[in-house]
Nanobody
Framework: QGQLVESGGGLVQAGGSLRLSCAAS????????MAWFRQAPGKEREFVAV????????FYADSKKGRFTISKDNAKNTVFLQMNSLKPEDTAIYYC????????????????RGQGTQVTVSS
């Protein structure tokens, strides 16, 4: 596991959709899980969703169920976050994280963390 690079952020109107990507460089054969977090202005970073790299099982923060979908492409070493029906309160920097043993909801527990991509939802 090496560097994580997020992409796909941008400006979107309320009700719109965005698909974020997080590409992992280096070997990912030992990856256990990859996750998405976000941090809105003036707020703490919060967990969004996580996916098991081997079996694809997923877990979402309660407030993200239904509108957000996490998925992966093992061949491309990439994890995605599809976000639909976006709201202004979804405005945040979105970060991805990966670990070889951990797959929970604590940002600092992940060994590998990206630099983030900005998502802005206008009303």
């Amino acid at each position: 596991q090496g560097q994580l690079v997020e992409s796909g952020g941008g400006l979107v109107q309320a009700g719109g959709s965005l698909r974020l990507s997080c590409a992992a460089s280096g070997r990912t054969s030992s990856t256990y899980a990859m996750a998405w977090f976000r941090q809105a202005p003036g707020k703490e970073r919060e967990f969004v969703a996580v996916i098991n790299w081997k079996d694809g099982s997923t877990f979402y923060a309660d407030s993200k169920k239904g509108r957000f979908t996490i998925s992966k492409d093992n061949a491309k070493n990439t994890v995605f976050l599809q976000m639909n029906s976006l709201k202004p309160e979804d405005t945040a920097i979105y970060y991805c994280a990966a670990d070889n043993r951990y797959g929970g909801s604590t940002w600092r527990a992940y060994a590998y963390r990206g630099q983030g991509t900005q998502v802005t939802v206008s009303s």
